[in-house]
């Protein structure tokens, strides 16, 4: 069985362009979890889809948003990028809101130059 | 917002020892999660906590869910030079996924040969 997937895997920018990346998550699993992990740094919390609707954001600011789409795929969009939103993202998906443990994918490095 | 303490920040330990690193808490969880990430990698789920008290084993792993819910351990014995990585707590505060995960910052294992 496949595991989560994400694309691409690294991502260079400049400051002022945007972002999107993407998740695909594990067959059967409804639930896509986003983080961002900057260097050193542990993951924080961005964003949470559940059945194709937005559910819950950390505390990052609105140029950080996304969707779902309805085969549970998703899409993390950063608008206006600056040099701090260099980081690791991840995507983690779930079987459904019932349950905790969440599956990794491999990450987007994202380089904002 | 939640913070998890997790401790060691780092280990240099000789291969066949055994390893030893905590969380904790001042907020009450229900899931504790335990992660390793390699270099490059996503997150890999290593053992998952559901239970106050609980003792879980994985192999060479074990982890436990603190009484008071507010702390995790987590030991590798007889320590191999793959256990190199990152390993990170991780705590859910209630079912559903609400928040996402609050992760500790990792403990940075380095075995020495």
């Known amino acids: 069985e496949a595991g989560v997937t994400q694309s691409p895997t690294h991502l260079i920018k400049t400051r002022g362009q945007q972002a999107t990346l993407r998740c695909s998550p594990i067959s059967g699993h409804t639930s896509v979890y986003w983080y961002q992990q900057a260097l050193g740094l542990g993951l924080q919390f961005l964003l949470w889809?559940?059945?194709?609707?937005?559910?819950n954001r950390g505390n990052f600011p609105p140029r950080f948003s996304g969707r779902q789409f309805p085969n549970y795929s998703s899409e993390l969009n950063v608008n206006a990028l600056e040099l701090e939103d260099s980081a690791l993202y991840l995507c983690a998906s779930i079987q459904g809101a019932s349950y905790n443990e969440q599956f990794f994918g491999p990450g987007t490095r994202l380089t904002v130059l | 917002g939640q913070q998890l303490n997790q401790s060691p920040q780092s280990m240099f330990i000789q291969e066949g020892e055994d390893v030893s690193m905590n969380c904790t808490s001042s907020?009450?969880?229900?899931?504790w999660l335990w992660y390793k990430q390699d270099p490059g990698e996503g997150p890999v789920l290593l053992i998952a906590?559901?239970?106050?008290?609980e003792l879980t084993s994985n192999g060479r792993l074990t982890a436990q869910f603190g009484i008071t819910r507010k702390d995790s351990f987590l030991n590798i014995s007889a320590s191999i030079p793959s256990d190199v990585g990152i390993y990170f707590c991780a705590g859910q505060l209630s079912g559903g996924g609400a928040d996402g995960l609050t992760f500790g910052k990792g403990t940075h294992l380095i075995i020495q040969p």
């Open positions: 907020s009450i969880f229900n899931t």
């Open positions: 889809y559940d059945e194709g609707e937005e559910r």
């Open positions: 906590l559901y239970k106050a008290g």
